[in-house]
């Protein structure tokens, strides 16, 4: 009697399958059954304190508004003076930092530690801790500055427009620097030391080497770093909601605040999620131009296309 075959389960060539299964109805109804959902929405009328109106189906009028909506353009560019000021902050103090550690030959280990500090906060709790540092009243800053004689009054400093946004590239800033030390400290790691010898041997200086040298071999690592940075700052919400809610009179508010207070604050989420798939828009931008500089840069240094 022949051998009766195995059930479909059993068959070795579908054991990969059955042990990704799980992985992949994770990802189905955690990511794709709301993406699906909320792309549905975007099209209708929904409001959630009205649930009937999910089925109201109103075609494009949600993203025709938004082309015509003042607030929403100016959110957006906002965001994108946001993004452009904090990734070149972050690069600039990153690469300053990466490159004195790695000078450093004694207790470089724990300066990594410590310079891991910042990433490691919620930024709801950084959001609150700049709140109370830059406070017109009790502000640690404000008072500072009073005490040293450098200030006659309380400097309002999440009141003013300028300085409210200034804070809030301060605390971003502040708290994400480290996503660039490490990852530039990782590509200073690796670089290899023999076209630094030879740069000296050549008779090159100091800047010399970091300019045609350690900066071009350091670039996919920046990069990568902005590509992940870019994605970070683009959905920016947390900071910006607990230092100022988006005030004063708007004047902070970035792409996410203004689609949060569009869904939750004003009830319009059908609307708030035809925000949402156009700011998506920003984030694939700023990726793909990083991607091909990424590749340029690997390029240049003869790495693979």
């Known amino acids: 009697m022949a051998n009766k075959r195995p059930p479909f389960w059993q068959r070795e060539k579908y054991t990969p399958y059955l042990l990704l299964l799980p992985a992949i109805l994770t990802i189905l109804f955690v990511v794709l059954l709301p993406l699906i959902f909320s792309l549905y929405t975007s099209f ?9 109106t999910l089925w109201q189906w109103v075609g494009l009028r949600n993203y025709q508004r938004i082309f015509n909506d003042g607030d929403f353009w100016v959110a957006f560019g906002r965001t994108i ?17 990466a490159l004195l550690i790695n000078k450093i030959t004694w207790g470089q ?11 490691m906060f919620s930024p ?8 109370f540092v830059f406070n017109d009243n009790i502000g640690i800053l404000n008072n500072a500055l009073q005490a040293l004689g450098l200030s006659d009054g309380a400097i309002p400093w999440l009141v003013d427009e300028f300085l409210a946004n200034f804070a809030i590239i301060f605390a971003e800033v502040w708290m994400s620097t480290s996503v660039f030390a490490i990852l530039l400290l990782a590509g200073l790691f690796a670089m290899p030391r023999d076209p630094l010898e030879a740069a000296k041997v050549d008779g090159c200086n100091s800047w010399q080497v970091f300019r045609h040298i350690t900066l071009p071999f350091l670039m996919p690592f920046v990069f990568i770093a902005m590509t992940i940075r870019s994605l970070d700052v683009a959905r920016a919400y947390d900071i910006v909601d607990v230092m100022t809610g988006g005030g004063p009179a708007g004047r902070t508010e970035l792409l996410w605040t203004l ?11 059908g609307q708030a999620n035809a925000m949402a798939y156009v700011s998506i828009l920003l984030s694939i931008a700023f990726t793909y131009y990083f991607f091909t500089k990424l590749l340029a840069a690997r390029k240049y240094m003869g790495g693979a296309e």
């Open 259 to 269: 689609i949060a207070r569009t869904g939750y604050d004003n009830a319009r989420m």
């Open 81 to 97: 003076l946001f993004l452009t000021i904090a990734l070149n902050l972050e690069f600039l103090l990153g690469l300053g930092i």
């Open 109 to 119: 280990r724990t300066l990594r530690t410590i310079m891991m500090f910042p990433m």
């Open 44 to 52: 209708t009328g929904y409001r959630l304190i009205r649930p009937e």
């Open 124 to 131: 709801i709790l950084v959001g609150y801790q700049f709140k």
